[in-house]
């Protein structure tokens, strides 16, 4: 099946900050969005593979930052292209702390929506993670970064462990 | 709880084409996102006050149209405000079947994703349905509609059903 179709699904772009102990890690992920308005929960999958998902599953955490178009490939890379398994991605990343605990990078980011996990769908090779919004707020100004705007513009590719990833033909290479 | 930093989570617009027997339906959406890549599913967030979900529910079955740009507030409000149980959604609308029997619009539409619900999640007023993609095609060329789009182009609203939905001071007037 061509599954190009499935380009046309619309995303913004999220560093997902997480938690465990003094151990603090962020991902990309394009697959964030609201599911209820009362109460206000919010939706995140993440790939069983991750560290994210490792960190979630054991405190039920995790804090939503929301990208700004600002942001260059660099720290997105940051965040998408390692694994906090092995590295500090906020070793060089200035950051604050969500009232869950879990790291909010200080640029970069539009908006933090600070997530307390209370329902979870196992979904093959990821989970949809389901969080009551806790806490939410504004941290800057400018326009969200799109899933398209990273491809199209920064020309980003996607990670094997992305829920949208398929064929290397439809990921660009960075210029 | 301000919940403005949730607007920052970004969006497209759907149409989620559903059926039972002769009855064909169609609701607007804005939470539909791919959650796994192998096998390719994609997840849809749906009131359960709404027709569609008990469409949905019945059949286990409904097929996402890609709104394009060019959709004006005319057509999606006939998918976006007014209920199936009330009236024939597709009355002056033509369509053509998805391999499922749900209905596609044949104008305004990018790209359909046919669905197989393979997996389910009660989240209070909705539920979160997650399909497998049994087919999938593009349909048309033009640019997905965003959901700031249609609030910041459009002028559009959002009915109480919607995810999304919390305070009418949000809910711009239509033009």
Redesign the interface.
């Known amino acids: 099946?061509?599954?190009?179709?499935?380009f046309?699904?619309?995303?913004?772009?999220y560093v997902v900050g997480s938690r465990s102990g003094d151990k603090l890690n962020g991902q990309i992920s394009?697959?964030?969005?609201?599911?209820?308005?009362?109460?206000?929960?919010?939706?995140v999958?993440i790939s069983k593979a991750e560290f994210t998902h490792e960190l979630i599953s054991s405190t039920g955490k995790c804090c939503i930052g929301?990208l700004s178009e600002e942001a260059d490939m660099t720290f997105i890379g940051n965040f998408g292209f390692k694994s906090g398994r092995d590295v500090d991605k906020f070793a060089s990343i200035p950051y604050t702390l969500a009232p869950s605990g879990c790291p909010i990078p200080e640029v970069n980011i539009?908006?933090?929506?600070d997530l307390e996990i209370c329902?979870s769908?196992d979904?093959?090779?990821?989970t949809?993670f389901?969080g009551e919004?806790t806490?939410?707020?504004?941290t800057g100004e400018g326009t969200?970064m799109?899933?398209s705007y990273y491809r199209e513009v920064l020309c980003g590719k996607t990670p094997p462990t992305?829920?949208?990833?398929?064929l290397e033909s439809h990921n660009l290479e960075k210029k």
């Open positions: 099946m061509d599954i190009t179709p499935l046309t699904i619309t995303y913004g772009l394009n697959t964030v969005f609201q599911v209820t308005a009362d109460p206000v929960k919010v939706a999958s929301v539009l908006a933090y929506i329902n769908i979904v093959d090779t990821h949809v389901i919004v806490d939410c707020g504004i969200p799109t899933y992305a829920p949208s990833y398929k």
